[in-house]
C-alpha cells in the first residue's frame, strides 16, 4: 500500500540547481524516515540524505553538505532535496526511499522506494 512518488529531475549544467520531491503515501506512522539515495552507472547505490518525516531531524553524506539540503513538509508526507551547485559527479539516477523504524541510511535497511528520477549534469 506505501508508495512513493518522485518528481523533479532533469538535465542542468554544472552549477545549475535542482529541487526532487518525493511523496509518501499509505503509511501510517506519524514518524518514519525518508531518504535520498542515488545510483550512477557500473556504481552502487549510494546514500545522499535523510530525514526523520514528523521532527525534521537531517543527515547529509559528506559529498554533498553543504550543497544539498533535505527538507520536509509532515502534512503531505513529502520529503525534498534541494540541490545547489550540482557537480557532474552528482549525475545519477536518484531514489527516495521510506524505512518504518529509523536507523543506518543504508539501501538494506529501506523498506520502500520510488521508481528514481534522473538527474544529469553536464559540465
Known amino acids: 500500500q506505501v508508495q512513493l512518488v518522485e518528481s523533479g529531475g532533469g538535465s542542468v549544467q554544472a552549477g545549475g540547481s535542482l529541487r526532487l520531491s518525493c511523496a509518501a503515501s499509505?503509511?501510517?506512522?506519524?514518524?518514519?524516515?525518508m531518504g535520498w539515495f542515488r545510483q550512477a552507472p557500473g556504481k552502487e547505490r549510494e546514500w545522499v540524505a535523510g530525514i526523520v518525516i514528523g521532527f525534521g531531524t537531517t543527515w547529509y553524506d559528506d559529498s554533498v553538505k553543504g550543497r544539498f539540503s533535505i527538507s520536509q513538509d509532515s502534512a503531505k508526507n513529502t520529503a525534498y532535496l534541494q540541490m545547489n551547485n550540482l557537480k557532474p559527479e552528482d549525475t545519477a539516477m536518484y531514489y527516495c526511499?521510506?524505512?518504518?523504524?529509523?536507523?543506518?541510511?543504508?539501501?538494506?535497511?529501506?523498506?520502500?522506494w520510488g521508481q528514481g528520477t534522473q538527474v544529469t549534469v553536464s559540465s
Open positions: 526511499a521510506a524505512a518504518n523504524l529509523c536507523g543506518r541510511w543504508s539501501p538494506d535497511r529501506m523498506d520502500f
Open positions: 499509505g503509511y501510517t506512522y506519524r514518524h518514519y524516515c
